[in-house]
T-cell receptor, first 113, second 113 residues
């Protein structure tokens, strides 16, 4: 079945540091790929998405590129802020009418001033 | 445009009891999915409802059941609660189709004691 693997966490960075969070996936067909963010005490918010190979999703300074050859969708940000502290989930959905999401375990990012 | 709302936000139940969680989908969305997020884990797909019918189910026992109403709101029912059912339950609404995007509510935190 479909699965998503995220790098182990937590991650602690200083403000303005560069961020990379690794995500790889296993899926049949051509899934859509997502990054969701969960701030403390809140539900999930879509951060960015990509729907086909070589697409780059971007939002709020975050970027991720859909790499079919390496089945990866790594999240990057050039300069993190304290407000980026949250839990980040990589997810996929198949392209059928069922928009079920398969999530990775998530990784906690803490950014210190 | 209203977002996805869930009720209640928190509740505590005793093992063996039954619980009903509610979700109002985002305006214009006809599909509702439910997820269980255990502490420190990614959300796990429970099931999805489309046009009042179950449209896909994850690896959850039959004591997890649901309903969708004509206005596309939904309920998640869990019978014979177990301690391991303690989790954040997330509802997501979407519009059926290729490359759909799911919008999440803030979740209901269920504690089983």
């Amino acid at each position: 079945g479909d699965s998503v693997t995220q790098m182990e966490g937590p991650v602690t960075l200083s403000e303005e540091a560069f961020l990379t969070i690794n995500c790889t996936y296993t899926a049949t067909g051509y899934p859509s790929l997502f990054w969701y963010v969960q701030y403390p005490g809140e539900g999930l918010q879509l951060l960015l998405k990509a729907t086909k190979a070589d697409d780059k999703g971007s939002n709020k300074g975050f970027e991720a590129t859909y790499r079919k050859e390496t089945t990866s969708f790594h999240l990057e940000k050039g300069s993190v802020q304290v407000s980026d502290s949250a839990v980040y989930f990589c997810a996929l959905s198949d392209r059928g009418a069922n928009s079920k999401l398969t999530f990775g375990k998530g990784i906690t990012l803490s950014v210190r001033p | 445009e209203t977002g996805v709302t869930q009720s209640p936000t928190h509740l505590i139940k005793t093992r063996g009891q039954q619980v009903t969680l509610r979700c109002s989908s985002q305006s214009g969305h006809n599909t509702v999915s439910w997820y269980q997020q255990a502490l420190g884990q990614g959300p796990q797909f429970i099931f999805q409802y489309y046009r009042e019918e179950e449209n896909g189910r994850g690896n959850f026992p039959p004591r997890f059941s649901g309903l969708q109403f004509p206005n596309y709101s939904s309920e998640l029912n869990v019978n014979a609660l177990e301690l391991d059912d303690s989790a954040l339950y997330l509802c997501a609404s979407s519009q059926t189709g290729v490359n759909t995007e799911a919008f999440f509510g803030q979740g209901t935190r269920l504690t089983v004691v």
